[in-house]
């Protein structure tokens, strides 16, 4: 069974910004907190990690509260070109992945 | 950043015959690399874990025996569909662990295999 629960999907329209949470009740403590974009017929691109509280790069920011029992992932100003399934996924360093459902990304004009 | 790439990213097949799926890590070694198979609308299933120089880890339900994995060197691991069938039919994903501090894994740009 995959670690992290997502909702299954999300619209938004160009230029807002998205914020996609991920609930991961059983997290261990040396389980990092890892997001994947994929578009289709590609493999998972990788958008960002972190362990705590904030994670910012070029292209999202990761926000983990105290507890670590969930993240959100932040999309600054989408893109008709984001539009994608986004996974969330929990694991300790080099351990092996369990994909969830993920989070159907639609991005409107 | 680290890549990943397989080959071929696509194939075309008749039913009973085995296809082989090549896994390289380009720029970086790589001791374990995953392969997942996803279908259609569906998110990643993960199959099995190679390990280079050892046999692989396969995931519960994977048969070992049509799904054969073989990690010969620390940039190549190869997936042979054995005696495929249409249900094999799929796209499939290696990835691999990659060099930075992250850890985090990269993944190839998959391969669809479709069995006539």
């Known amino acids: 069974l995959a670690k992290t629960t997502q909702p299954i999907s999300m619209d938004s329209y160009e230029g807002q910004e998205v914020n996609i949470t991920c609930s991961h009740n059983n997290i261990a403590t040396n389980d990092y907190i890892t997001w994947y974009q994929q578009f289709p017929s590609q493999g998972p691109r990788f958008i960002i990690q972190g362990y705590k509280t904030k994670v910012t790069n070029e292209v999202a920011s990761l926000f983990i509260p105290a507890d670590r029992k969930s993240s959100t992932l932040s999309l600054p100003r989408v893109s008709l070109s984001d539009t994608a399934v986004y996974y969330c996924l929990v694991g300790a360093p080099g351990d092996k992945l369990i994909f969830g459902s993920g989070t159907r990304l639609l991005v409107r004009p | 950043g680290a890549v990943v790439s397989q080959h071929p990213s696509r194939v075309i097949c008749k039913s009973g015959t085995s296809v082989k799926i090549e896994c390289r890590s380009l720029?970086?070694?790589?001791?374990?690399m995953f392969w997942y198979r996803q279908f259609p609308k569906q998110s990643l299933m993960l199959m099995a874990t190679s390990n280079e120089g050892s046999k692989a880890t396969y995931e519960q339900g994977v048969e070992k025996d049509k799904f054969l994995i073989n990690h010969a060197s620390l940039t190549l691991s190869t997936l042979t569909v054995t005696s495929a069938h249409p249900e094999d039919s799929s796209f499939y994903i290696c990835s691999a662990n990659g060099p930075g501090s992250y850890n985090e894994q990269f993944f190839g740009p998959g391969t669809r295999l479709t069995v006539l």
């Open positions: 720029d970086f070694q790589a001791t374990t």
